[in-house]
């Protein structure tokens, strides 16, 4: 049995940070129901719990409960925001809705000596993010800290080992609050280090041997991290029993379909099935101007793809799995926010929808880890630099970067501006150093001249962002030399450009894509 912290999930947008924070301590964590019971816990190993945060409120009529033994077992709790809020409410203190919500930074003063605060400054930047608060604490509890809202932003008890924290710890803009979990962790709960990349893979090769028995997976490849960090996963978990396929969409980068089946060969003894679909996507696609609308007919078009070729490979192989490269953050993205479809930015294209109407189930190994630790799985299992640091690329290609309508030519025209630009990334030693750098196509025509010569044709837009997450984006800042030699050569060695210019906005209030 594993010592595990158990992060109880009441519903926060943060819980999978939570979690990801205690695997970069390098200890074993697993996310589970709010409600678990006490004994379920004992049961599992469990040497420390943390309540999440949550949307609901604890006084609301059906607010998300958890089993109130857990606080019998003897081991330490860590409220966060909710979770404070319920630890004090069920313990005897009081919460109530306060006048001042509190969202964003705030100060935190520290007053009083605490095994959760060691080691601190006694004034740290902080990030809130609640509408109700701790107003009378529980027997046993005391203040530690406050924030300019909260008399009880820190509180603890230190002999039953209950602390509750009002603010988010976990998220990147609260100052050390990788050292107070790092407290909790190591000087509270006295876990010991026993998680790492290593360890990480132990397990999911051992849990995608127990799901897939001897069946057979097919997993959908495009050549991008996620996809080939998955396939090498599920590769060393089951060998022979897994097919690739790669759709080429005709809306891949240039030479892409190529150089990934070269890659493969070299790389991988991975069984990989090529799909030629350029001409059933271009079809669908032909006349179509509307964002939204091409997403949908590409996630479509994708659906019938895999519909096509498994029937193939059914009735020969018996596919009975579908393997899929989501990643935590394809999860929450592609969520409507607070349910509301209308909330929803854009709709990202992922093979979702498939399983569903396929009836496959579903092996997504990576779906509880953020990119950068896709990428150390990655690099732990031998892929090489090209593969891991690859730059992300949407699974609708080239079709969300050539604005208006898309075809054939247009594609043409944006693969070998793309080309250059990627090749002067890799020269100049910045391709892997920025989140992503690549061409969009504008349908606005403008004069140029060329060899005295009237060129009226269409613009290039370089897009090139730095980011951690792709949630939040600037432009990156590269050398004017350098952009100068970019826009030089793609208005000279492409025809159907007159001119190149850069785009400078961020994300918010841009997205990364133009569409
Ligand atoms: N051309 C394609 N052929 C087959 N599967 C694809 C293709 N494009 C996307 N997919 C599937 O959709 C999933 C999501 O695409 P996404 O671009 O987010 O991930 P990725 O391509 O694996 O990695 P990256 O984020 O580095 O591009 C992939 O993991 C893969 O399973
Ligand atoms: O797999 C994907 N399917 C999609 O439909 C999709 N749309 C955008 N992206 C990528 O997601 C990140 C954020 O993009 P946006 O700021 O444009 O929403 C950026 O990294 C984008 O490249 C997608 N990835
Ligand atoms: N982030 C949270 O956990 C918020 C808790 C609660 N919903 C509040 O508004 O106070
Ligand atoms: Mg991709």
């Given at each position: 049995?594993?010592?595990?912290?158990?992060?109880?999930?009441?519903?926060?947008?943060?819980?999978?940070?939570?979690?990801?924070?205690?695997?970069?301590?390098?200890?074993?964590?697993?996310?589970?129901?709010?409600?678990?019971?006490?004994?379920?816990?004992?049961?599992?190993?469990?040497?420390?719990?943390?309540?999440?945060?949550?949307?609901?409120?604890?006084?609301?009529?059906?607010?998300?409960?958890?089993?109130?033994?857990?606080?019998?077992?003897?081991?330490?709790?860590?409220?966060?925001?909710?979770?404070?809020?319920?630890?004090?409410?069920?313990?005897?203190?009081?919460?109530?809705?306060?006048?001042?919500?509190?969202?964003?930074?705030?100060?935190?003063?520290?007053?009083?000596?605490?095994?959760?605060?060691?080691?601190?400054?006694?004034?740290?930047?902080?990030?809130?993010?609640?509408?109700?608060?701790?107003?009378?604490?529980?027997?046993?509890?005391?203040?530690?800290?406050?924030?300019?809202?909260?008399?009880?932003?820190?509180?603890?008890?230190?002999?039953?080992?209950?602390?509750?924290?009002?603010?988010?710890?976990?998220?990147?803009?609260?100052?050390?609050?990788?050292?107070?979990?790092?407290?909790?962790?190591?000087?509270?709960?006295?876990?010991?280090?026993?998680?790492?990349?290593?360890?990480?893979?132990k397990q999911t090769v051992a849990e995608i041997r127990a799901q897939v028995g001897k069946g057979r997976v097919l997993l959908a490849l495009s050549g991008g991290v996620d996809s080939s960090v998955c396939a090498a996963l599920l590769h060393k978990a089951i060998g022979k029993q897994l097919t690739c396929v790669y759709?080429?969409?005709?809306?891949?980068?240039?030479?892409?379909?190529?150089?990934?089946?070269?890659?493969?060969?070299?790389?991988?003894?991975?069984?990989?099935?090529?799909?030629?679909?350029?001409?059933?996507?271009?079809?669908?696609?032909?006349?179509?101007?509307?964002?939204?609308?091409?997403?949908?007919?590409?996630?479509?078009?994708?659906?019938?793809?895999?519909?096509?070729?498994?029937?193939?490979?059914?009735?020969?192989?018996?596919?009975?799995?579908?393997?899929?490269?989501?990643?935590?953050?394809?999860?929450?993205?592609?969520?409507?926010?607070?349910?509301?479809?209308?909330?929803?930015?854009?709709?990202?294209?992922?093979?979702?929808?498939?399983?569903?109407?396929?009836?496959?189930?579903?092996?997504?190994?990576?779906?509880?880890?953020?990119?950068?630790?896709?990428?150390?799985?990655?690099?732990?299992?031998?892929?090489?630099?090209?593969?891991?640091?690859?730059?992300?690329?949407?699974?609708?290609?080239?079709?969300?970067?050539?604005?208006?309508?898309?075809?054939?030519?247009?594609?043409?025209?944006?693969?070998?501006?793309?080309?250059?630009?990627?090749?002067?990334?890799?020269?100049?030693?910045?391709?892997?150093?920025?989140?992503?750098?690549?061409?969009?196509?504008l349908p606005v025509k403008s004069v140029g001249v060329i060899g005295d010569e009237r060129n009226y044709a269409d613009v290039i837009a370089l897009r090139l962002v730095d980011s951690i997450d792709a949630m939040t984006a600037d432009w990156a800042?590269?050398?004017?030399?350098?952009?100068?030699?970019?826009?030089?050569?793609?208005?000279?060695?492409?025809?159907?450009?007159?001119?190149?210019?850069?785009?400078?906005?961020?994300?918010?209030?841009?997205?990364?894509?133009?569409?």
């Open positions: 049995m594993i010592q595990t912290i158990a992060v109880l999930d009441f519903g926060s947008q943060y819980t999978q940070v939570i979690a990801r924070r205690i695997r970069e301590c390098q200890v074993y964590s697993k996310i589970y129901h709010f409600a678990t019971p006490a004994e379920t816990l004992r049961a599992d190993g469990v040497t420390g719990i943390i309540l999440s945060g949550g949307p609901g409120s604890v006084f609301a009529p059906n607010a998300p409960m958890p089993d109130k033994a857990i606080f019998e077992l003897g081991v330490p709790v860590l409220g966060i925001c909710y979770g404070v809020q319920l630890m004090g409410r069920i313990l005897g203190g009081k919460v109530a809705r306060s006048k001042h919500r509190e969202y964003g930074l705030g100060t935190l003063a520290i007053r009083k000596k605490s095994p959760l605060l060691a080691g601190l400054p006694r004034k740290l930047r902080v990030w809130n993010s609640h509408g109700d608060r701790l107003i009378a604490l529980p027997p046993g509890f005391a203040a530690v800290a406050r924030t300019e809202n909260s008399e009880f932003a820190v509180v603890q008890d230190t002999k039953r080992n209950f602390y509750g924290i009002q603010f988010h710890p976990e998220v990147s803009h609260s100052e050390h609050g990788m050292d107070i979990i790092r407290n909790y962790l190591f000087g509270i709960c006295n876990t010991p280090k026993n998680w790492t990349t290593a360890d990480f893979i759709v080429d969409t005709g809306l891949m980068r240039k030479n892409e379909t190529q150089n990934i089946e070269k890659l493969y060969a070299k790389h991988f003894k991975i069984d990989l099935r090529v799909v030629d679909a350029a001409q059933l996507f271009l079809k669908r696609l032909k006349g179509v101007n509307d964002p939204e609308r091409k997403r949908k007919i590409i996630g479509g078009a994708f659906i019938e793809v895999f519909e096509k070729k498994v029937r193939e490979l059914k009735t020969r192989e018996g596919i009975e799995y579908l393997g899929q490269g989501t990643i935590y953050p394809d999860v929450i993205e592609s969520m409507a926010i607070g349910g509301n479809p209308a909330a929803m930015i854009k709709s990202h294209h992922n093979v979702g929808g498939l399983p569903e109407r396929m009836k496959f189930k579903l092996v997504e190994p990576l779906r509880q880890l953020f990119k950068d630790e896709v990428r150390q799985v990655g690099t732990k299992l031998g892929l090489p630099k090209e593969v891991v640091w690859r730059q992300p690329f949407p699974g609708p290609g080239l079709g969300v970067r050539v604005v208006g309508d898309i075809t054939k030519e247009r594609l043409d025209v944006l693969r070998e501006a793309d080309a250059i630009l990627q090749d002067e990334m890799m020269d100049a030693g910045l391709y892997y150093k920025i989140w992503q750098t690549f061409c969009v196509y800042k590269i050398p004017n030399e350098l952009l100068q030699k970019i826009s030089n050569r793609i208005t000279n060695e492409v025809r159907g450009v007159s001119r190149v210019v850069l785009d400078i906005s961020s994300k918010p209030p841009a997205t990364i894509e133009w569409e």
